[in-house]
């Protein structure tokens, strides 16, 4: 492991360029052990905080080597979190942390100093919990939410007559997000607001921030705009800084002057401009260029020669496929919103990259530009992580659909997801996408039918998805038989059908399994599993031999109650009648619940969709009564 400390600096008042610390040279402070709460740490005489600063740092290193989770953002806000807990009283005067990725120094400073099981079941979650701690306020990971929401805090404590303030803690990568700089305009104006606004200008959400907002945030830093100049106290905020955010002294001070402007009736919010480095005190950390050890899996502490590369993940088959396509056809044009590596667009960003365009934390805006750019006769690619989709559903509804525009969405880490827990389970986007007319939607098995979806969503007029899960991409699963429905990946395409298994995505290989299973118990049932390839629209063929089967079972990593499964139970339903009621139907996915973090595959088992749970759901058919 390799840790330093940060050289203490002068505090800044924004008429100079400032610069977060660089590491020091000189011998580290001794280390003092985590507090028990806030109020201890209060407690604790201003000298011992570089040694607690230390201390952070160190267990938080060890503890992700061991568990993985979001270490880069975490190291960058140590001194901040300290100063933060010293001055405002939580939970009293709520902290609200955008995002939650750099929430492990507050856990650790409000009772979870080891942060115990970590991002495992029935652990420490890695992002806030109401849960674990009346600390914790906002679970959303989903980025530009917290500035409102400490402002409605605000509001609502002021109403009550209650004293105090609210600060939101968001970083500048998140303030590209619409919702943050809603806030920052209502914000502005409301006189006597006590909310105080912590900017964590780190220059990077996962890649450097994009915009005009990151270069005037870069003016600021070096000088080029000096305070009073700014956009926030243009908007009418009290604008303090830019602060070192790894000098606890200029924190301190800074912090204080926040309070006093926050309590002053005549003015509006207040925002502190704080520059961090991410992975601070992690040399490991600081030395990587793609997104400092924004999140990582368990690694050794001390490094390890390079190992051999590690099976393709969806993610790159994905990368691999959308570069192919704008090889081929000069329209393609990728989109992403501030997540260019994580779902997989870096080979065509580093080949082409006036090919590929980052709108910041921002979905809206990422579909009705791809609309735009659809409407100007270009092919585009939006690439998200399916939970990200929801932040966007008017605008795939009524921008791109409505408009019949030619936008393909990539969606990254679709169904149970795992770890991050339930703001990024991608369970949500099968329900939305039945809901969208004209929406075509192709949820590959396997790796190959990945490289074929993406030229076929391109090939197809209107809007399509391409939605695939997170991690390793499984052996290919051949078909056995092609049908008008779709691709037979077990039972016998010839002969009739007793139950129909209609698999959606991934879990293929769980429903073959599945499938195998009841052929061993019961030889003579003709279990037939089919993938239908494309998912939506349902097709009429698909519909004919899902009537023609005695039971239809679909299986789908979405929500079972209102997803490809129910919408396919509709439409039988709206054929059947009294002389021919039509087949039995069960879905099988996930519960409409908030599923809290924990191992994809134990959350699916959970779920009934392991194959011990999909055969068990097939033997129910069979009960005579």
Known sequence: MSTTEQRPVAPSHGHDAVMPSAPMTAPAAPMVPIPADPEALRALPAEQLPGLARTLRRRLVEICSQRGGHLGPNLGVVELTLALHREFRSPAEPLVFDTGHQAYVHKMLTGRAELS?????????????????????VENSHASGSIAWAHGLDRAHRLAGADGTAVAVIGDGALTGGVGLEALNLLG??????????????????????GGIAEHLAALRTGRIRAGDDMFTTLGLTYLGPVDGHDLEAL?????????????????????????????????????????WHATGPFPLEEQPTSKASAPTWTSRLGAAVLSAARTDERVIALS????APVGLTPMQQEMPERV??????????????????????????????????????????????????????????????????????????????????LSLWAPRDAARLDAAVPAALATAGPSLVRFPKGACPPELPALAQLPAGEVLAGDAEAPVDILLVSIGALAPRAVEAAAALARSHGDLNVLVLDPVRALPL??????????????VTLEDGLADSGIGAALGTRLAGRATLAAPGPVLRTLGVDAEFIPHGKRDAILAAQGLDAPGIAASLRGLLQKS
């Open 252 to 292: 301190a001070e800074a912090l204080a002057t926040a309070r006093e402007a926050a309590e002053d009736p005549s003015s509006a919010g207040v925002l502190v401009h704080v520059l961090t480095r991410k992975g601070a005190g992690f040399t490991r950390a600081e030395a990587d260029a793609v997104d400092h």
């Open 337 to 340: 919103a501030a997540m260019v």
């Open 539 to 552: 097709g009429e063929e698909l519909l004919d031999l899902a009537a023609s089967a005695r039971a239809v």
């Open 357 to 438: 365009l980052d709108v910041g934390i921002a979905e809206q805006l990422a579909l009705d530009t791809a609309a735009g750019l659809s409407a100007g006769g270009r092919r585009p690619v939006v690439s998200l992580y399916a939970t990200f989709l929801n932040r966007a559903l008017d605008q795939l509804l009524l921008d791109v659909a409505l408009h019949r525009e030619d936008v393909t969405i990539t969606l990254d880490r679709a169904g149970v997801t795992g770890d991050d827990g339930p703001s990024h389970h991608g369970i949500w986007d099968l329900a939305l996408a039945t809901t969208v007319p004209g």
């Open 117 to 137: 099981g970590l991002r495992t079941a029935g652990g420490v979650a890695g992002y806030p919990d109401r849960r674990e701690s009346v600390h914790d306020l």
């Open 189 to 210: 104006a409301d006189r006597g607001s006590r909310t105080v606004v912590m900017l964590n200008d780190n220059t990077r959400s996962y890649a450097p921030t994009v």
